[in-house]
């Protein structure tokens, strides 16, 4: 190795190494580079957070992939860049320059404008998707270039026909295109010549749009389609018969317009339909010797059938048993001959049946107990008699069951109460007698699910099940005569007197008989922790994003100290009832937050949804979540696990059985968590001018005190035990929850820091701030410090002392309009006792909680500088009661 030196050796390849680097960007064309680039810079307000670094190469930018890596002929051949939150009008000579692009996809952003002319330009184009924006006006007049296009998506924009130039005559051109799908825009003109030649055609969605007119006559020349979605114009006149040559269809949706007419027989050639939606239109005619007669369609794998809203007679049921791969069945609101239940046990693989004004009578058949996978059923507006079958029972996976208006009589079936997913029910208007199931799923349906039930009882009608006026009729012998006059006259006389006297004289039983109830249940979960409303308020539903995931059962959910539980996505799906409003807990800080059970071993976890943030590498994004998990105190809420579905990120956390402080401290009405210390007194009696906690009893100074000890603790640790320390940002009594001894855990920890982009960790931006607990400094620089901490506990140590909310009317806006300006204005007049929580006084612990009065106007100083740290302030609370210093 004589003369011969690694160093040298080094150099010589780090030199190759930057010139084969250079090559790349030389080699790009550099109006390639230039034009992305201008893009980027005008739609994104922070490119650099995007990944896009104007230093680097374009094609080392995410979502671009170029071709020809070494040919010295680099171009962009695809652009990804779906969901950036790219906002704006594309400007021209950007993406129209990037001529050698086969597919670019720019969907779900925020684009506006028109779609640039210069896409004409884009002759290699195979994909197109421009979906999810804003962009208006009508479409490019010339697209005659894009020859090789097969994909254009141009859905859920404000896009118009356009009047010289019309929609029309720029996509006549296209002569390659497999999928068109125009939906959810302003399209209006019904001579639609939109395709010269449309027999390539196999997707074609027009639906929620302005078209008015006929069924579009060139439709019936696109002979290769697969998929036609016409629903939601305002398309009129018969369905041409035609419609039978499209033999390939598969899915057929012509629902919401106001087609009329019989329904064609030439239906029944499509023997490949899936799917076939006729809804709410004005079709007419017998069902039983049009469509579903015909034997063709009987082989049909039809598994979705809909015919609801129309004006169709004659008799339905002999048919429908015969298309056992039915999943989706909607046939109401018709005119049908009125026939008996059906025997549904040939279609037992129906996951939604509506059968809604249907004029179906008689009793409810058993069959139904073999549909094992419904999980929508509506059977109101008949005439319905009988009892509830209590087979309904093996619909275990029900979600929604409407039986309102109806004759339906008889008891409420127990085994009802085995439906764990049920979050819609309705038997309201029917003649049900006894007692409403007391299970926990039947607890949260409230009065309107009832009601119109004379001789229903129990809590959610606020009617209690006394033997002494209520026999509970057996079905045999159903109440529902009553209704029906054919009882001795007399009786219901006799009735009517007892409960006058009932309502005179108990009164005041039925009020405690109620409360008694309440005492021995649990409340139900969801009111169990108090809603909160966060800066994020999903108005939508939504379960939609958790519903669209595709397989979830191969995304792994990490459990950090049961890894054997291999527990997936589908798991915490099913926990959490798919996301379901009715699961939600909390609109929470940075996310919604879901409360389930884990069905292997019955843990009961609360889920947190990160809808975005943080880093885009997913690595780096499930460390975060590990280094989380690290974090341990036992005045923390544990984090348990987490699991990562596309963009977002689930950290689940062990239950908390008593809700949060906030609750207890301002919202219970009645009924409390420890409800021995309940009385009526505390209940009724308003707080001078203000109703202040509304009769919360429960929580005693030493259970207070005991708290704010743990929230400091926990903050302490935050800030002195961890490396490197913690800021919360959002100290608040609705982040400070309670388990089952009342011990206090603070929630949302580190999940501030999880929703910023990394990179920007020194500076914990301000995230969380919830009005009332927000330092005063933080109005003016934007950054949160643990001293800010500090002021957020005090206020929540004020909470606690008075019973006060941190915000209100109470408070004279000379005070600042708050609690803390209301409490040092009082301490600095010397009378702080007027400040302390009247529940408490006489119970001799006022110069504890005057003491804790004093630590809540330090920790609540203006500057930060003059309030104390977390550990000081444990010691100033432990001096306060020596005795509770001990326990963790
Ligand atoms: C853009 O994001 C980067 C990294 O996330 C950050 O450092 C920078 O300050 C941001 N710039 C602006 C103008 O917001
Ligand atoms: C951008 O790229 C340059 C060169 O590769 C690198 O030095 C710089 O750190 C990058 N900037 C960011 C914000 O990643
Ligand atoms: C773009 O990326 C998303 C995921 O990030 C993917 O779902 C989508 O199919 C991609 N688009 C194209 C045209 O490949
Ligand atoms: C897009 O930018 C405009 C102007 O900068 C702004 O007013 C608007 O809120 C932005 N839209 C979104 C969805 O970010
Ligand atoms: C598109 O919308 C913008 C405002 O968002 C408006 O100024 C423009 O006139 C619209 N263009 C057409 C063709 O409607
Ligand atoms: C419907 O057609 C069937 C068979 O053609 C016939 O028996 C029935 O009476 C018709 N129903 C009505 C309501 O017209
Ligand atoms: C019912 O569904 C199962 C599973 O999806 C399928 O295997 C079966 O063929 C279906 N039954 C009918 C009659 O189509
Ligand atoms: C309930 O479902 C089971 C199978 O899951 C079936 O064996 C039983 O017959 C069903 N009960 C009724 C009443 O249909
Ligand atoms: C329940 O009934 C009692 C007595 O009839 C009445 O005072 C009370 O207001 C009712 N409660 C509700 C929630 O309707």
Redesign the pocket.
Known sequence: MTGWRWGEAMLLLLLFLFFLADLDAQDLGSSDQQSLTKFVQSLSSNSTSLGFNSSKPVCQWPGVYCTGQRSGNQRIRALNFTGLGLNGSIPDGSIGMLTALKSLDLSNNFLTGGIPADFASLTSLSILLLSNNGFNGSLPSDLAGLTQLKTLDISHNKLESGGTSSAADSLRALQSLRVLNLSNNQFSSNNFPFLANCSTLQALDLSANSINGSFPPQILSCIHLRVLNLSKNSLSGEIPLQVGDLRLLQSLDLSENSFSGQLPPSLGTLRRLLSLSLASNNFSGNITSSVLSLQSLQTAVLRKLDLSSNLLIGSVFGTISSLHALEHLGLAKNSFTQELFPDL?AVANLTYLNLSSCGVLGPIS?????L?KMLQLDLSHNDLNGSI?S?LS?MTLLLSLDLSWNNLSGNIPDQLGLLTFLNQLNLSHNNLSGSIPNSNQFETFGASSFEDNPFLCGIALNKTCSSSIMPSPSPDHPVRNLKSGIMHPGVDVVIGIVIALFLVFGGFVVKLLCFQTRRTKNLPLVDAWNYRMGPMSFESDPSTWATSVKDPGSIPVVMFEKPLLNLTFSDLLKATLNFHKDAQITEGGCGPVYMGMLSPGDIKIAVKVLFEGGPVNPIERAAQLEALGKVKHPNLVPLVGYSMVNEKRILIYEFMENGNLYHHLHELPEGTANPDDWTLDTWEHPADGETVGNGDGCLSWEARHQIALGVARALAFLHHGCSPHIVHCDVTASNVLLDSELKAHLADCGVAGLVLDSGRRSVTPIIGGTVGYVPPEYGQTWKATTRGDVYSFGVVLLELVTGRRPTGQYFHDSCGGHLVGWVRALIRENVGYKCLDPKLLTTKVEHEMLECLQIGYLCTAEHPSKRPTMQQVIGLLKDVRPSAGTSP
Do not use: D, H, K, L
């Open positions: 046990s058993s069959s139904v107990g073999s094992t079958p087979a093996n």
